[in-house]
């Protein structure tokens, strides 16, 4: 014998009805985007980025510093941490700057 089906099943049932129909729109009907085939970003891209990051990291700190937010000993330290890998993110772009210029050639 089979019996109706229940409030709770009716809701699981209509649930996986429902996102098997989301699952085909998805796969079927929504286009790609033409940046998701992009290729990544190179490098270099990466590295600027990671140096804006940095600059505007330090402009943060030096406000926050004069706001009183930190101690002489803390924001100097911050900020050299900050200055030393900011220094070994621009050598990098300029090693790698230097390799694309001696390639070019």
Known sequence: ?????????????????????????F??????????SAPHRSQ?????????AIFENLRDLRFEFRAGKFSEADYAEMRD?????????????ERLTENHAHAAR
């Open 1 to 25: 014998m089979m019996s109706a089906l229940g409030p709770g099943e009716m809701a699981a049932l209509l649930a996986c009805v429902a996102l098997a129909a989301t699952v085909g729109v």
């Open 44 to 52: 270099l891209d990466q590295l600027l980025d990671r140096r804006e």
């Open 27 to 36: 796969i079927f009907w929504i286009e790609r985007d033409p940046s998701d």
């Open 81 to 93: 941490t900050l200055e030393a890998e900011a220094g070994a993110v621009v050598a990098q772009i």
